[in-house]
C-alpha cells in the first residue's frame, strides 16, 4: 500500500488568524472606550450610539465571537487536519463559514450601536443574525465531520473529543436559549418569561464560557503546547477524565448566576454543588498541560511563546479556582452585582483566551509562512506589556469590588445603612476603574505590537497556501486494529463519541431546566400584578434599547442591607410578563426593581435630561435624545399580539385601542410634567420610559398595601 499526497489549507487558516488580531484589537479598543465612560460618561460625546449600554454588548460580542471564535477556528483547521492527515472536507464550506462569520460580526457591530438587542447576555443579537449563527455554524460542522470521515489516521486524538463537544453543547445552547417570537425584522420577545427567562439565559451564559472560551481551547491546548515544548502530553488517562468529567459537571453550573433571586432554591443548590465539584477536571486540566512541561522549563526560560502558554494555563487555574469559590453563598452574597465578577471574567478573558491566542499566533504563522517570527524582542515586550496589562486591570477590579460590596452592606452601630445612596459607591471607587483603564491599554498596546509583529513576518515570508503531506490510507477495521479498552475504541468513531457527549450535557440540561419550564407550582403568581399598559409596554422596549440592564438590575435579593435601601425583596410572580427578564448581572447604579413612584415624574425627566442635576457626581451619560425622539406607536399593535400569544392575558381585541390607552396615559404623564414647568409633547420617548419606571414594583406595593 501506497502513501497518499495531499494538500493541507493554510489560507483558511491564515484568513481565521488575521481576522482574529483585525477583530481582536477592534473589540478591546471599544472595551477601552467602555472601560473610560465608566469615570468619564462624556467619552460617548453626546452620541446615542456609542453609550455604554449599547457598546457594552458590542465589547463583549467582539471579543468572544469575533476574536476567540475566529481563534477558535484558525486553531481547529490548522490542527484538525494535521490530526487526521486530511485536507478540510470542503474548499467552498470553508470560505462560506469564514465569510458567514465575518458578516455576522459585521451586522453585530451594525445593530448592537442601533440599540436592535434582546437584553440576554452574550446573546444579544437578534433573530435574524440568531439564524444566521445557526446556519454557519451548521457548516462549521459538516466541514468538521466531514474532514474526521475523510481521515488517514482512525484514532481521534484528544483535542478532537473537545472540538466534537464544543460544537454539539454550543448548537444546543443557542439553540435552546434563541427561542423568541418575531414581531418585526429587528425585534423580537423571548418565548420565556421571569425566572424561567432567566434559568435559561444563564444556563446558557455559564456554558458559553464553558463550551465556547474554554473545551476548544483545551482542545487547542492539548495539541498546540506539546507542539510547543516537543514534549508528549502528560497523561493520556488524566486526559480522558479532565473530558468527560468537565462536561459532565460544567453543564450543571449555571444556577450560581442567580444566588439568593426568585429562581427555585434545588435549582440554586445544584448549581452551587456542580460549581464545587467543577474544580476537580478543571485543575486536572491544567496540570495536565503544565505537566506536559516537565523537563522543558529551560526552554520556557527562552521561548516567549511557552511563556504566554505557561501564563495563559496558569490563568485558567485562578479562574476556574476563584469560579466555584464565587458559587459559595456567603461570598456570592458579597461579590454578586459588583466589579469583583468583573475581574474575575478578565482574568480568564486575557489570561487563558487571549495569552493562548497570542501563543498560537506567534506560533503558527511563521510556520504557514516558512519563515523566522520578524522580532524576538517585540514578543517579549508584548508579552510582559500584556502580563502589566492584566495586573493594572484585575488588582484595580478587585479592590473596586471588595470596596463596593463591603460599602453597601455596612450599617451604622444604631442599625441605619452607613451610606444609604449608592452614589457614594460609586465615586469611592472611580480612581479603581482609572487605573483599570490604564491596564486595558497597556493589553491593547500588547496587541497591536503584535499585529505589527505579524504583519512584517508575514511580509518577509510567503504563505504555503496548501502545504504538501502524504499518509497512509485508512486500513479497514480488523480485530487487530479495532481492539483496546472500551474508551480506546470509542476514540475510533465520531459519532458515538458525539452522542456521547450530547447525552452527558443534556443529563444536567434537562434535570434543571425541566421542573422550573413545566411545573406551574415552581413560579406562584401574584394576583395584584398586571400586564404593563401600551405605553408601559413601549417604555420597557426604549429601556432595553438603551442597554438600561447593562448598569441596572432589577431584583431585590433577601439580605437586610437590600431591603432597606430598595424595598421588598423581589418574588418570582411578580415576574411572569416580563418577555424578557431584566435582573441583570451588575450594578454600576442602583436597582430599579422598587423605582415606581420613589421619584416624581419632573425628578425622572431631569435625571435623563442630565442625572448631575439630580445626582451629582453621577457617572450615567445624558439621555436628551429620548426628550426629541418620537415614540414609534406603529408596533403596539403588534406587540400586543406577541405577548397575548406568550401568555400575557391582555383582552382578545385589545389591540385594536392599544394606542388610544397608550396615548392618554402619555397625555397624562405630559399635563403632570407642565406643572413642573417642562413642557414636552406626550408622543416623544422619554414619556414611554417614565411610564415604564414608574411601574416598577408599584404591583408588588399594592399587593402589600392590601394585605394590610
Not at 482512525?154 to 427561542?179: E, G, Q
Not at 423580537?188 to 439565559?201: E, P
Not at 461570598?331 to 501563543?359: E, P, R, S, Y
Not at 391582555?650 to 385601542?657: D, S
Request: hydrophobic share 45%; aromatic share 14%.
Amino acid at each position: 500500500m501506497q502513501p497518499e499526497k495531499f494538500y493541507y489549507d493554510n489560507k483558511i487558516v491564515r484568513n481565521f488568524g488575521i481576522a482574529t488580531i483585525v477583530w481582536g484589537i477592534i473589540g478591546m479598543t471599544v472595551g477601552l472606550i467602555v472601560a473610560i465612560q465608566l469615570f468619564k460618561p462624556g467619552m460617548n460625546m453626546g452620541n446615542q450610539y456609542t453609550t455604554f449600554g449599547r457598546i457594552r454588548p458590542l465589547h463583549t460580542n467582539a471579543v468572544i465571537f469575533a476574536f476567540v471564535g475566529n481563534a477558535i477556528f484558525m486553531g481547529v483547521y490548522y490542527s484538525l487536519q494535521r490530526l487526521l492527515k486530511a485536507r478540510m472536507f470542503s474548499n467552498i464550506l470553508s470560505q462560506v463559514h469564514f465569510w458567514g462569520w465575518q458578516l455576522i460580526i459585521v451586522s453585530a457591530v451594525i445593530t448592537l450601536p442601533l440599540g436592535l438587542t434582546t437584553s440576554h447576555e452574550y446573546a444579544e443579537l437578534e433573530w435574524p443574525i440568531d439564524i444566521a449563527i445557526t446556519l454557519i455554524w451548521v457548516v462549521f460542522g459538516i466541514n468538521m465531520f466531514g474532514t474526521i470521515f475523510k481521515r488517514r489516521e482512525r484514532h481521534l486524538y484528544v483535542a478532537i473529543w473537545f472540538y466534537i463537544a464544543t460544537f454539539v453543547t454550543i448548537a444546543v445552547l443557542h439553540i435552546v436559549n434563541s427561542f423568541e417570537l418575531p414581531i418585526s425584522a429587528f425585534k423580537s420577545y423571548m418565548v420565556y418569561a421571569g425566572v424561567q427567562d432567566a434559568l435559561v439565559q444563564w444556563w446558557y451564559g455559564h456554558n458559553a464560557v464553558a463550551f465556547f472560551l474554554t473545551t476548544p481551547y483545551l482542545g487547542m491546548m492539548y495539541y498546540f503546547l506539546p507542539k510547543m515544548a516537543n514534549r508528549p502530553v502528560y497523561s493520556y488517562k488524566l486526559s480522558i477524565l479532565h473530558f468527560w468529567a468537565l462536561i459532565f459537571i460544567y453543564i450543571w453550573a449555571g444556577p450560581h448566576h442567580l444566588l439568593y433571586t426568585t429562581l427555585p432554591g434545588w435549582a440554586q443548590s445544584l448549581g452551587v454543588a456542580f460549581s464545587i465539584m467543577l474544580i476537580a477536571p478543571s485543575w486536572g486540566g491544567m496540570i495536565n498541560g503544565l505537566l506536559t512541561l516537565r523537563g522543558a522549563w529551560d526552554k520556557v526560560r527562552d521561548d516567549v511563546v511557552l511563556k504566554f502558554m505557561v501564563v495563559g494555563l496558569t490563568a485558567y487555574g485562578m479562574a476556574t479556582f476563584e469560579g466555584p469559590m464565587l458559587s459559595l453563598k456567603q461570598i456570592n452574597g458579597l461579590a454578586h452585582f459588583t466589579d469583583w465578577i468583573v475581574a474575575h471574567v478578565h482574568v480568564g478573558a486575557l489570561g487563558w483566551n487571549g495569552f493562548l491566542t497570542f501563543a498560537i499566533l506567534y506560533w503558527l504563522i511563521p510556520r504557514i509562512y516558512k519563515t523566522e517570527l520578524y522580532s524576538k524582542k517585540m514578543a517579549s515586550f508584548h508579552f510582559w506589556i500584556g502580563t502589566l496589562g492584566i495586573l493594572f486591570y484585575a488588582i484595580p477590579m478587585y479592590w473596586a469590588g471588595f470596596t463596593q460590596g463591603l460599602m453597601l452592606k455596612e450599617f451604622t452601630p444604631e442599625g441605619m445603612l452607613k451610606y444609604p445612596s449608592f452614589l457614594e459607591t460609586t465615586l469611592r471607587i472611580i480612581p479603581m476603574h482609572m487605573m483599570r483603564s490604564v491596564g486595558g491599554t497597556l493589553y491593547l498596546l500588547g496587541v497591536i505590537v503584535m499585529a505589527y509583529n505579524l504583519a512584517r513576518t508575514m511580509a518577509q515570508g510567503k504563505l504555503v497556501a496548501n502545504e504538501a503531506a502524504e499518509a497512509m490510507p485508512l486500513e479497514p477495521v480488523t480485530a487487530t486494529t479495532d481492539g483496546g479498552s472500551w474508551h480506546r475504541k470509542l476514540e475510533r468513531r465520531p459519532i458515538p463519541l458525539m452522542v456521547g457527549a450530547l447525552i452527558v450535557i443534556l443529563i444536567g440540561s434537562i434535570i434543571e431546566l425541566m421542573p422550573t419550564m413545566t411545573i406551574s407550582s415552581n413560579v406562584p403568581t401574584i394576583a395584584s400584578v398586571k400586564p404593563y399598559t401600551p405605553l408601559e409596554l413601549q417604555g420597557r422596549d426604549v429601556y432595553i434599547r438603551e442597554g438600561c440592564s447593562n448598569c441596572h438590575s432589577q431584583t431585590v435579593r433577601p439580605f437586610r442591607s437590600e431591603t432597606e435601601r430598595y424595598g421588598e425583596y423581589s418574588k418570582a410572580g411578580e415576574f411572569v410578563y416580563d418577555h424578557p427578564f431584566l435582573w441583570g448581572s451588575k450594578r454600576t447604579g442602583p436597582d430599579l426593581a422598587r423605582e415606581g413612584q420613589k421619584y416624581g415624574n419632573a425628578w425622572h425627566y431631569n435625571h435623563m435630561l442630565d442625572p448631575r442635576l439630580m445626582s451629582p457626581g453621577s457617572i450615567m451619560p445624558n439621555y436628551d435624545w429620548l426628550i426629541s425622539q418620537t415614540l414609534d406607536t406603529t408596533t403596539t399593535r403588534a406587540k400586543i399580539n406577541a405577548m397575548r400569544k406568550l401568555g400575557v392575558p391582555y383582552a382578545v381585541g385589545y389591540e385594536n385601542q392599544a394606542n388610544a390607552d397608550l396615548n392618554a396615559q402619555a397625555q397624562q404623564i405630559a399635563d403632570n410634567l407642565g406643572k413642573d414647568k417642562i413642557k414636552v409633547k406626550s408622543d416623544k420617548e422619554i414619556i414611554a420610559l417614565i411610564a415604564y419606571l414608574q411601574r416598577l414594583g408599584v404591583d408588588i406595593k399594592a399587593n402589600k398595601t392590601a394585605s394590610k
